[in-house]
């Protein structure tokens, strides 16, 4: 599975964006897709996840009631809408991938896009 994630910018306190994650393949839909974040000097965290069929997210707490993710799996494609955002929402944001079968875990990483939101 390879990912590229896109939609990122510059952004003014309070307004927002959307970001979109598309994978490649035909197993799209067998995979837990996940949006992480990393800002400068800080580790990657988890911002948000989505199961296979959408019936399930979660949310880290920072970004709980302003950010949902969603994902089209006719489209392979996993979103992450942003409202609110605050100056601390910036960041490099990476898409995950993680499936678990029988035969292992498997795990892709999107190449990042940059979110700025100016105060």
């Known amino acids: 599975v390879q990912l590229q994630a896109f939609g990122g910018g510059l952004v003014q306190a309070g307004g927002s964006l959307r970001l979109s994650c598309a994978a490649s393949?035909?197993?799209?839909?067998?995979?837990?897709m996940g949006w992480f974040r990393q800002a400068p000097g800080k580790e990657r965290e988890f911002v948000a996840a989505?199961?296979?069929?959408?019936?399930?997210?979660y949310y880290s707490d920072s970004v709980k009631g302003r950010f949902t993710i969603s994902r089209d799996n006719t489209k392979n494609t996993v979103y992450l809408l942003m409202n609110g955002l605050k100056s601390e929402d910036t960041a490099v944001y990476y898409c995950?991938?993680?499936?678990?079968?029988?035969?292992?875990?498997?795990?892709?990483w999107g190449q990042g896009t940059q979110v700025t939101v100016s105060s």
């Open positions: 393949g035909s197993t799209f839909s067998s995979y837990v």
């Open positions: 989505i199961d296979w069929n959408g019936s399930s997210t």
């Open positions: 995950k991938a993680v499936r678990i079968t029988v035969r292992g875990r498997n795990e892709y």
